[in-house]
Structure formats: C-alpha cells, structure tokens
C-alpha cells in the first residue's frame, strides 16, 4: 500500500504503526523486516484491533507487538525509540468518495477541522517517539489542505529539527504529484513552501483512491522533551500522582447519585442510578419474581434482600432468606390444589399433580418442601433463570 512505501523500511529497524488497524500496512511493513527488528501497531478502537491482529496472525509475523492504547500513554515507554514511525491518520476520507458512495453522503463540511485536530495530536505524539535520524511518514486519503499542506507546514514551523524529504519520483512512486503549497494561506506559514516535497496521488491519474503522503527526516537537535510540552508533562504528571478511588468509594458516590445524573470515577464518565433504586431487577424487595443481579448466583437460585443498596446488607427485621426453586413452587401449588380438591371429595396424589407441572424430580409424599432445616419457611415470589 502506498503510505508504507516511503518510509523504506529495512531488517532490523524498530518500526511503529500508530493506527494500525485493520493490518494491511502492518503486514507490509513485517515482510520489510524479514523477520529482523521489532513493528509495534497501535490502535486506539478495540474492535479493529480484532482484526488487526488476525491479520497479522495470518501472515506469521512474529516479531509484531499488537498494542490498543492511547498513544499519549505511550510516550513514557516509547521516547525517541523508533527508527521508522508511519501515521495514517484519520481523515475526512475525501480520497474514498469514488470507492464509497455512503461516504461521500455521510460527509460533512466541519470534518477537515475536525480530524485536523485530531492529526495535530497524533503528528506531535509520533515526532516524540523518533528517535535523531529517524524517518516519520504522515498519509491521509484526503484532498483537503487543511490537514495535508497546511498540518505538516504548521508540523515544520513547531519542530524545526525536522525537514521534508521529497516524497514523489522515487522507485515506485511513478506519478505522484508534488504537494501544493499554493493551496495555502500566503504568510500563514513560514516553511509552507517546503511541503512542494510532499506527495498527492490523484485518483484520476493512477489506479487507486486519492492519497497525501509527507516524509519527514529527523535531522537531530531536538529539544529536550520536558522543553517540548511542559504543560502536557505537568498534566501527565498529576494524572499520574492523583490515587484512584477505591472500590467502595465509587460505589458510595454511584449508590448517592440521582437517577441519570453524569459522574466521574477513576477518571471515567458513568451515569448513576437513582438514589436508593434496588440492583435487583423484577418487582420490589417485598416480594414477586426477582431476577437474578450477578452471574456468580446459583441459577435457581437466589438470595432477596430487604435492604436496597447492594453490598449494605440485610434488615434485620428482615433476614436474607432462600427464593423457592421454580420446580418446588409448582410442587406447593400442587399440593395446594390437592389439599382443596380432598376436601371437595377429590383429587391426586402430589407426586401425580406434580407430574403436571414443569418437568422434574419427583417430590416425595410426606415432605415438607416448604421448609427446610435451619431456614424459616417459603414466602413471596420465585426468582427467573
């Protein structure tokens, strides 16, 4: 594919792909490697890091390691590591119009500034990475200026330790169009005429989906990372230093909050449930079906207690007490009808009236199944497998 082209990678390199997924540049890149050097993929979407590590699976790459993760969190392991780092980013996918008729449908026009500033991101997360002398590639299958041309001569301006490789005419790079640096705002940029070496692949003069491509060299003289982003390290830092909830104190704070109310715990969004609302599904506590609330309950059945908050406990005017298997509960309406029917003059025995109801054990005469040792007597609802 063409954005793996140009960053000519070689056996033995340490290669990252920052978006990875699906795994077709990934898998481009390892047959590069021969199976030397090491190719980190990166994907931030967990369902298409499903397919990315099929992919790579599939072709035997075995010096591949699959990561999904947010690539800010992967600057204190990864710092100016990488020889070679290609970002495809994600774009407007002007590119695909041709390929995709719902996309071009589904496009609207806040998208360019919308994905330039997630690229904007991405770029200045990847160049942290790369380590001096290194090759970074930048690909978008977008025609926009705004995140081509104008994001890597913005990309210039702010790290002037990297310079432009030209990234058309080479072996297999048979008609790529130069950049266009005229698409740019005049006096916006102050090395806007170096992105003339970035590439644009036309869709109507080559077979393929309209593509930009920018190489750029790491030249050295970079400096230091804490002078980079202070204000980002800071951030990170207290993230970092803030200790995280404790179990019981995020279960406080969803037990206290109001019914759709946002909260925050840990550092996630969640909305909480309403205030005193039972974790147990069905009808109230005082009796009725109760459905099961977690998957390590025994499946027929289940414990029912008075109080409404998980975890605080029982009443202790009303103790915890065993729901009825579903089958006993037909085994006591049974011998309910039966009870009736032998004061009518009539009825059956309750192992037959029990053959009437739900398959099962056959319950046998003379046993109390409303009770059981140790345990006060049957009462209310069953609970729902």
């Known amino acids: 594919m063409a954005p793996a082209e140009p960053l000519e990678v070689r056996p033995g390199?340490?290669?990252?792909?920052?978006?990875?997924?699906?795994?077709?540049?990934?898998t481009q890149l390892a047959a590069k490697?021969?199976?030397?050097?090491?190719?980190?993929?990166?994907?931030?979407?967990?369902d298409r890091v499903k397919a990315l590590v099929k992919n790579i699976e599939l072709c035997g790459v075995r010096n591949a390691v699959v990561l999904n993760e947010d690539p800010e969190k992967l600057l204190p392991a990864?710092?100016?590591?990488?020889?070679?780092?290609?970002?495809?980013?994600?774009?407007?996918?002007?590119?695909?119009?041709?390929?995709?008729?719902?996309?071009?449908?589904a496009w609207r026009p806040d998208w360019p500034e919308r994905y330039a500033a997630m690229q904007r991101v991405l770029l200045r997360q990847a160049a942290r990475m790369l380590k001096p002398g290194g090759t970074l590639v930048y690909s978008t299958c977008t025609f926009s200026p705004e995140?081509?041309?104008?994001?890597?001569?913005?990309?210039?301006?702010?790290?002037?330790?990297?310079?432009?490789?030209?990234?058309?005419?080479?072996?297999?790079?048979?008609?790529?169009?130069p950049g266009r640096p005229d698409w740019l705002e005049a006096g916006d940029y102050a090395?806007?005429?170096?992105?003339?070496?970035?590439?644009?692949?036309?869709p109507h003069r080559l077979q393929g989906e309209g593509h930009y491509a920018a190489v750029l060299r790491h030249r050295g003289g970079a400096p230091a990372a804490e002078?980079?982003?202070?204000?980002?390290?800071?951030?990170?830092?207290?993230?970092?230093?803030?200790?995280?909830?404790r179990r019981a104190e995020r279960l406080a704070r969803r037990g206290s909050g109001a019914?759709?109310?946002?909260?925050?715990?840990?550092?996630?969004?969640?909305?909480?449930?309403?205030r005193g609302a039972s974790p147990l599904r069905g009808r109230a506590a005082g009796g009725g079906a109760v459905r099961r609330r977690r998957a390590g309950m025994p499946r027929r059945a289940c414990v029912r207690r008075a109080a409404g908050v998980a975890g605080a406990g029982p009443d202790p005017g009303h103790p915890a007490r065993l729901v009825p298997r579903r089958r006993e509960q037909t085994a006591l309406r049974a011998l309910a009808r039966a009870g009736s029917g032998a004061a009518r003059g009539g009825g059956a025995s309750p192992r037959e009236l029990h053959g009437r109801g739900s398959p099962g054990r056959a319950v046998p005469e003379g046993r109390d199944i409303g009770t059981r040792p140790g345990r006060p007597a049957h009462r209310g609802g069953g609970c729902a497998s």
């Not at 090395?191 to 036309?202: D, N, V």
């Open 227 to 245: 002078a980079q982003a202070p204000a980002a390290r800071e951030r990170d830092a207290a993230v970092r230093a803030e200790p995280r909830p």
């Open 78 to 105: 990864f710092e100016a590591f990488f020889d070679k780092i290609l970002v495809d980013a994600p774009c407007s996918g002007e590119g695909m119009f041709r390929k995709e008729e719902e996309m071009a449908k």
């Open 259 to 274: 019914a759709g109310t946002a909260g925050r715990a840990g550092g996630r969004r969640y909305r909480g449930p309403a």
């Open 147 to 177: 995140e081509n041309e104008a994001m890597i001569a913005a990309f210039l301006d702010a790290h002037p330790w990297f310079d432009v490789v030209p990234a058309s005419g080479g072996a297999g790079r048979e008609g790529w169009a």
């Open 33 to 46: 490697l021969r199976g030397e050097g090491l190719i980190v993929a990166n994907d931030v979407h967990p």
């Open 13 to 26: 390199d340490r290669v990252l792909d920052l978006c990875a997924a699906p795994g077709g540049k990934t």
């Open 191 to 202: 090395r806007g005429e170096e992105t003339a070496g970035t590439a644009r692949l036309w």
